[in-house]
């Protein structure tokens, strides 16, 4: 059964820091792996999508790595800002189509002024 | 890009009464839509998976009966929480893809919270 691990579960960090959240999966069978944003009470914001053959995704300050081997992935954000604050969300898609994404349980991020 | 509506974004129910949440694709169509279920602080649990035209796929320990699933169209899909009860206040959240185009990710509705008293 797939498992998905995000570490640290919460951090706190001055803003204009750069800083990494984690992502591990136990099954390296997947489709492809996807980071979202979430804000307290609202929905997910698609922020990157790796697909299983690439090895990283950029968008403005963000860039999300895979290594499907190790089964990790890495979202990097450059320069926060206290507008970053948010909770955020890994999930993997596996490589049977028609499946639904298996969640992390989310890396809660706050950025101080 | 694909856009997913999702209402009521919250709701307030009655012990015993049901409740109908959409989850409408409003630029694409999707055969399949997925149900998700987030309690405080929790990662986002599939519940089910809606099929355009057929019956919902449940996860294990997900009552179909309390949780209605229809998916008539190529761009609904509801779900109603039948004889609600406290313990069913949670927020609830649709998600479908774009199947017509070389996009692979997964658009989200913006969730439905619903309290039930």
New interface residues.
């Given amino acids: 059964k797939q498992e998905?691990t995000q570490i640290p579960a919460a951090l706190s960090v001055p803003e204009g820091e750069n800083l990494v959240l984690n992502c591990s999966f136990t099954d390296s069978a997947i489709?492809?792996l996807?980071w979202?944003r979430q804000d307290p009470?609202?929905?997910?914001?698609?922020l990157l999508?790796i697909?299983s053959s690439q090895r990283e995704q950029t968008s403005g300050r963000l860039n999300a790595s895979l290594d499907k081997s190790s089964g990790r992935s890495t979202l990097y954000i450059a320069a926060s800002q206290p507008g970053d604050s948010a909770t955020y969300?890994c999930?993997v898609?596996l490589i049977w189509a028609?499946t639904?994404?298996?969640?992390?349980?989310?890396t809660t991020l706050s950025v101080s002024s | 890009g694909a856009v997913v509506s999702?209402h009521p974004s919250w709701v307030i129910c009655k012990s015993g009464t049901s409740v109908k949440i959409e989850c409408r694709s409003l630029d694409f169509q999707a055969t399949?839509m997925?149900w998700?279920r987030q309690f405080p602080?929790?990662?986002?649990?599939?519940m089910a998976?809606s099929n355009e035209g057929s019956k919902a796929t449940y996860e294990q320990g997900v009552e179909k009966d309390k949780f209605l699933i229809n998916h008539a169209s190529l761009t609904l899909s509801t779900l109603t929480v039948t004889s609600a009860h406290p313990e069913d206040s949670s927020?609830y959240?649709c998600?479908a893809r774009d199947e017509g185009t070389s996009s692979?990710?997964?658009?989200?509705?913006?969730?439905t919270?619903l309290t039930v008293v």
């Avoid at chain 1, 639904?100 to 989310?106: D, P, T």
């Avoid at chain 2, 692979?104 to 969730?111: L, M, V």
């Fill in positions: 998905v489709y492809n996807q979202f009470g609202k929905g997910l914001t698609s999508l697909q969300l999930a898609r028609g639904a994404l298996i969640f992390g349980k989310g | 999702q399949t997925f998700y602080k929790q990662s986002l649990m599939l998976t927020f959240i998600s692979y990710g997964y658009t989200f509705g913006s969730g919270r």
